[in-house]
Nanobody, 114 residues
Framework: EVQLVESGGGLVQPGGSLRLSCAAS????????MSWVRQAPGKGLEWVSA????????TYANSMKGRFTISRDNDNDNLYLEMNSLKPEDTAVYYC???????WGQGTQVTVSS
């Protein structure tokens, strides 16, 4: 059974940082490109970032460039998203998914508020 389990979300003040993690199981993690996708309250899904299966190539949505960093640990089947300089508009549920988005996690809530 494929599982993607996100963690690390929470409440943070504007300008703060969070590191999201995603633990993968049930498939050969190192064979898949991975991504982060988010959904803000009352809005549609927004692609955040993607990373190649080996980790050597990364891409970001324009609004996240320079603030977010995607990475992965293929030895331990984990995906990460380091988020810095967080803004209230980054408030959303953040999902870990394969890329293309075939398998999804259940999401973790990130709230940026003072």
């Amino acid at each position: 059974e494929v599982q993607l389990v996100e963690s690390g979300g929470g409440l943070v003040q504007p300008g703060g940082s969070l590191r999201l993690s995603c633990a993968a199981s049930g498939f050969t993690f190192s064979s898949y490109a991975m991504s982060w996708v988010r959904q803000a309250p009352g809005k549609g899904l927004e692609w955040v970032s993607a990373i190649s299966n080996g980790g050597g190539s990364t891409t970001y949505a324009n609004s996240m460039k320079g603030r977010f960093t995607i990475s992965r640990d293929n030895d331990n089947d984990n995906l990460y998203l380091e988020m810095n300089s967080l803004k209230p508009e980054d408030t959303a549920v953040y999902y870990c998914a394969t890329y293309p988005q075939v398998w999804w996690g259940q999401g973790t809530q990130v709230t940026v508020s003072s």
